[in-house]
């Protein structure tokens, strides 16, 4: 059986309502990552909270010294748990993500969080290319809307393009309810 870590990316105060960037249903996308977390603790699986923190004061969120970049209280780490900070999307770029799955044995990693189009994407890709497996929770991610060329596309769209293009090459895409019914079984 592969080694498995959980990856939590980005969970963060500014995500969510009143923050300063906030996502299509960030609450619903923690939730369901409050269910993988709470299986991780109980199986004493591997996990790493990701928090980003960009390098700028005047960032336009997840500034320094402000609240929010805390992760957030629905999947908050306890003492002992693994927190990396990161200044890029992509979750191994100038952090030590890499040698500490690495340490850890891992061989496949299950990641969620926020941005599916963002930090979730160059994460489960960086991965990867790295040699793990991967298996990204879709319903325990979530993206804003955006727009293109004049065009508003609908977060759900965002999302939903994302996961496809993951779930062609990279990852398997899977739903937290799915996934713990399959890791329970093992």
Known sequence: MEKTALILVDIQNDYFPNGRMELFEPNRAANNARKLLNFFRNQN???FHIQHIFNDHNAPFFAPGTEGITINEAVAPLEGETIIQKNYPNSFRQTPLLNQLRQA???????????????IDATARAAVDYGFTCTV?????TSPDLSFRGRNIQATDVHNVFM??????YATIETATAYLEKAKVK
Request: hydrophobic share 50%; with cysteine.
């Open 105 to 119: 044995g891992t061989e496949h990693v299950v990641i969620c969080g926020m941005m599916s189009h963002m930090c």
């Open 45 to 47: 699986m591997p996990i």
């Open 164 to 169: 496809a293009a993951l779930g062609s090459l």
């Open 137 to 141: 929770i879709e319903d325990a991610c």
